[in-house]
């Protein structure tokens, strides 16, 4: 684990002797100033705590702290101060900024003892974290193991959703792409309430009962809510939700909103893309019959590359919705890089 300390003062003669008279104990690294340190975090991928004198020219330590909040907000921050400064102080700590203010001059055995708490903080704030991290990436998977067994053949087409959400999304480019590729392989999680057969006959094109139509139509509605229930995991959820919605310009929405307006119209122009190559349609006769829709996002159909996507060999398209379990077991082989994105993006 990181524990190292960042001690940050414009008179470098005060945070060398700190770092000789506290080496023993702790692992100290120091900067001359908040420019010098805010470009260490950056470098060294943050440290467990940094202590920051408050008078520094350039950048006050309250500001400086509040920046580092903002870059490394697991960093502990501990802020030196003189008495005649209290009032800044008070409110750096009021502001939620600082963990732990000392005046100066500071005794060495308070100083030690602020050190330990702050580091007894970073642990605890960290190994939190991590529990999260893992319980809300095993919920995921959990999911789709449940689907993998249940629905090999939904497995599959969510195996295969992702990769056109894949290549779409790296040719917008939005923010947060696990995002889009995690709603790709979690968009047929609600084909776990639907009977096999509905799914096989739908995957088949073939004709669907006013119950089955009912049934089929429900899966974005109930995943949606399945994921909705995993914190964090709220953008995901609508975009699945959003992926049988036809196109609304979403000019005037929020950035997050228009994140999740993007993510249901990849969703959608993938899915029924597969569906018509799955009819037996090449792939840039599957384009230009979305196209003719005239129901889709323009701009998502003009970054979809047909050409990357492989055509199906003569059969495929049946046996695709006859294959057993096999299918599923692969295709969790695609799902843990997902899961592996998911765990990264949910430690900031």
């Not at 998977?141 to 969510?158: I, Q, Y």
């Not at 792409?177 to 006959?201: C, D």
Request: aromatic residues 6%; charged residues 25%.
């Amino acid at each position: 684990m990181n524990e190292r300390i960042l001690f940050v003062d414009d008179d470098v003669r005060v945070v060398s002797a700190l770092q000789r008279s506290l080496y023993r104990s702790y692992e100290i690294e120091i900067a001359g100033g908040p420019e010098d340190a805010l470009a260490a975090i950056a470098e060294s991928g943050g440290f467990a705590v940094v202590v920051s004198d408050l008078k520094m020219p350039g950048m006050p330590g309250t500001d400086f702290l509040a920046r580092v909040k903002e870059i490394a907000p697991d960093t502990v921050r501990v802020l030196l101060t003189g008495c005649a400064d209290i009032d800044a102080a008070i409110s750096a700590v009021n502001e939620g900024n600082i963990f732990r203010l000392l005046t100066k001059p500071c005794p060495q055995d308070v100083l030690t003892t602020a050190l330990d708490d702050a580091l007894g903080q970073y642990r605890l704030q960290t190994s939190e974290r991590e529990l999260l991290q893992d319980t809300l990436t095993g919920a995921v998977a959990v999911l789709m193991e449940v689907l993998a067994t249940a629905h090999p053949a939904a497995f599959g087409r969510a195996a295969r959703i992702r990769r056109y959400v894949r290549q779409l999304g790296l040719a917008l480019n939005p923010e947060n792409l696990w995002q889009f590729e995690a709603a790709a392989m979690l968009s047929q999680i609600g084909s776990i309430s639907t009977p096999p057969e509905v799914l096989r006959k739908q995957q088949a094109n073939q004709e669907l009962s006013p119950e089955e139509q009912r049934c089929f139509l429900s899966i974005p509605a109930i995943g949606r809510r399945l994921i909705a229930m995993i914190p964090r995991m709220e953008p995901v959820a609508r975009m699945i939700g959003f992926q049988r919605y036809e196109y609304l310009d979403p000019a005037g929405l929020p950035p997050g909103e228009r994140a999740v307006a993007l993510g249901g119209q990849i969703l959608r122009a993938a899915l029924d893309f597969d569906q018509l190559v799955l009819g037996g349609a090449e792939p840039q006769a599957a384009l230009a019959e979305l196209r003719a829709r005239g129901s889709y996002d323009p701009a998502v159909l003009a970054a979809f590359d047909p050409a990357q996507v492989p055509a199906m060999a003569e059969g495929e398209a049946a046996l695709v919705c006859e294959r057993g379990s096999q299918e599923g077991v692969e295709d969790l082989e695609l799902f843990h890089s997902i899961t592996d994105k998911v765990r990264r993006a949910l430690r900031n």
